[in-house]
Every structure is written in C-alpha cells, then in structure tokens.
C-alpha cells in the first residue's frame, strides 16, 4: 500500500536524523509499530514491508490482529492498561509487556505467565492525575519487591509524555525517565536489567530518540493519510 510505505520511509528518515543528531547507532532502537487503530488489513500491510514488532492496547485487538498476521517472526508487544482480570487471555501470547504498573497485576502476571514475561515498569513522570504507572519514587521500591517472583522481568521504565507539553518539557520528561533507568539498573536487582526505555509515539519520538529511547512506539505516523 503506497500511503503506508510512504509514511514509513518519512519515518525512516526521522529516526536516522534523530540518531545522527544524538551520535546513535540504527542498531539501539527498536521501532514497535503501534497496529491498534488501524485494520488487519494495514497490520498487513506494514509486516510485509518488514516491520515484525507490533504493538496492541486490548485484548480482542491483539487477538484479531495475531490470528491474521501469523508470520512466526513477528514480536508482540502490549502496551496500555491492562486489566487484572485479562491477564490470563493475553499473558502467554505476548513478548512484551509495556504497562507494568501495579502489584495487584504482577500477582496476576506471576500467577498466570508459562514463561518468563519481558516487562517495562510504566512510570508517570509527571505526575498527571489522570495518567496511570508509578511514581517515580515508587519504582525502586517496587522492583525490590519483585525479586521473589520467577516469571517477571523488569528489562526497563515506560512513559507517555503529556500531550500538551512543548519541546522543552518532552526533553526534561524523557530525560528523567533515563535517570530513573540508570539508577535504578545500578542497583542490579535480579530480575530487573532494567536497560530499556520505551519512550515516544508519533508526536515525540525524535526527541525520545535524542534522549536515549530504545523502543519507540508509533502508530499515526505509519498510517495517516
Ligand atoms: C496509541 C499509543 C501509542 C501510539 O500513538 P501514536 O500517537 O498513534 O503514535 C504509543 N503508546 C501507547 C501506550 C499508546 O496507547
């Protein structure tokens, strides 16, 4: 489809100036396309031009888009909330987790995962009261507390920066989610590497890249008119 393969290679070109800019490597960040507004058709489309990282936000939608797409190489990842009570519909059908943000939903993950389940601890940088994840405060805490489970781990932080801030306040957001990663990696807990960082969507993912992102999660730029 021409408008997808278009907006991909505006993409493409995005993240390497980005990278440039930042003195990266093509190699340190992972472009997850986000498939969850768009039909299987488009999910399609975009794995056949060779994007295999995939993101959904509701069970039914990851459901529907995996009994489609059924290429082996394709590595799934959920990002948004996700309900205790759905935990065991989507658990062992993912790779990656992005919204680990409360106990009451590592119990459930713990209880129901086969295997070991890659998670990003989402963390509310900002402290919008209407945004879910950790307090940043919290995290350390939180991951100590983590240690006795045997089938999370934690192998980095998430965050959604606010919609309305400017470029200056996307900067200091990512940037203080990469300090919280650097701390935190240091205190080597054992199941939590914690040396990723899932920042950026369509609207900021040249200033998360800048900042040190290593999954980028973006959808509208992929598959906007
Ligand atoms: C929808 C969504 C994205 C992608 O957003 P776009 O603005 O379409 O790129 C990324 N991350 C999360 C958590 C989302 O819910």
Redesign the pocket.
Known sequence: MQRIKKNAEAVEKQVAQSLIKANRQKSEVQIIV?T??VSVDDTQAIAALGYHHL?E?RPEGLQLKQEAVTDPAIVWHY??SLQTRKVKQVINKIDYL??LDRWSLAKEIEKRADHVIRCFLQVNVTGEESKSGLRPEETEQFLSDLQSFNNIEVIGL?T?APKEADEEALHKTFRSLKQLQETLKQKAFSNAPCTELSMG???D?PIAIEEGATFV?????FFEE
């Open positions: 986000v969850k507004s993101a936000n990002i948004g992005h919204s998430m959604m969507m369509s609207q993912y999660r973006i959808g509208t730029a």
